[in-house]
C-alpha cells in the first residue's frame, strides 16, 4: 500500500529559529502534497497545497512567509517554520494525493512541534 | 456553517457493540466520501472510501452515504478497545483536489 513518511516525529526548538518537517513519499509519485495543522481535540486545518515544481496554495490566514513550503521533487515536500514562536506549537501533518485518484489521499504519522 | 458537520462526541460503547458515526455535507458537488481513524498523535488512516451513494462493506466496517440527505455513515461492527480512536468523516468533489474533514467523532470502547 502507499506509504507516506514524515520526519522528524517530534521536535523542541527555542524561539525565534526554523524547524524544517519533510513529508515522503515512499511508493509512488505524488504530484500533489497537502499539509494540516491540528490543535488539541480538533479536526484536521488545511494550511496549503503543494504541487511539484510550482508555488504552494495557502489557505486564507496562513503566512506564506512563516510557512514555507517547497515541493522540489514527486516525492519529497517540505514545510518549514520560520521564527518559530510559541504559538506554532502544534501538531503538523502532511498528507499525499495518488495520481490519478480522488480518494487516493495518504497521510503521514505527524510532527509534534514544540517551541520553547 | 461548516460544509462538513460531525458530532464530536465522546461516544462510549461497551466491546462487542456497534459503533455508529455520521456526518452530514451541505454542498451537492461532494462525490467521493472517506472514513479516517486517528489514533491520538498519529496521522489520520483511511479506513473506508465510497463514491457517490450506496453502501460498502469491509470486514467490521459498512460504509453508507445518502446523497439525497447528505448523509454519510460509518458502522464498526463487535467493538473491540482497539477501536478507540478519533473518527474522521471527509469528502472530495469529483473534480476538485481538497479534503474537507468533519470535525471527527471521539471513540472508546470498554472492555
Known amino acids: 500500500g502507499a506509504v507516506v513518511s514524515q520526519h522528524p516525529s517530534r521536535v523542541i526548538c527555542k524561539s525565534g529559529t526554523s524547524v524544517k518537517i519533510e513529508c515522503r513519499s515512499l511508493?509512488?509519485?505524488?504530484?500533489?502534497m497537502f499539509w494540516y495543522r491540528q490543535f488539541p481535540k480538533q479536526s484536521l486545518m488545511l494550511m496549503a497545497t503543494s504541487n511539484e515544481g510550482s508555488k504552494a496554495t495557502y489557505e486564507q490566514g496562513v503566512e506564506k512567509d512563516k510557512f514555507l513550503i517547497n515541493h522540489a521533487s514527486l516525492t519529497l515536500s517540505t514545510l518549514t517554520v520560520t521564527s518559530a514562536h510559541p504559538e506554532d506549537s502544534s501538531f503538523y501533518i502532511c498528507?499525499?494525493?495518488?495520481?490519478?485518484?480522488?480518494?487516493?489521499?495518504?497521510f503521514g504519522s505527524g510532527t509534534r512541534l514544540t517551541v520553547v | 456553517q461548516k460544509e462538513v458537520e460531525q458530532d464530536p462526541g465522546p461516544l462510549s460503547v461497551p466491546e462487542g457493540a456497534i459503533v455508529s458515526l455520521n456526518c452530514t455535507y451541505s454542498?451537492?458537488?461532494?462525490?467521493?466520501f472517506m472514513w479516517y481513524r486517528q489514533y491520538s498523535r498519529k496521522g489520520p488512516e483511511l479506513l473506508m472510501y465510497?463514491?457517490?451513494?450506496g453502501n460498502k462493506e469491509d470486514g467490521r466496517f459498512t460504509a453508507q452515504v445518502d446523497k439525497s440527505s447528505k448523509y454519510i455513515s460509518l458502522f464498526i461492527r463487535d467493538s473491540q478497545p482497539s477501536d478507540s480512536a478519533t473518527y474522521l468523516c471527509a469528502t472530495v468533489k469529483a473534480a476538485g483536489n481538497k479534503l474537507t474533514f468533519g470535525g471527527g467523532t471521539r471513540v472508546l470502547v470498554k472492555p
Open positions: 511508493d509512488f509519485q505524488a504530484t500533489t
Open positions: 498528507s499525499a494525493r495518488r495520481q490519478g485518484e480522488n480518494y487516493g489521499y495518504t
Open positions: 465510497t463514491y457517490s451513494s
Open positions: 454542498n451537492s458537488a461532494f462525490q467521493y
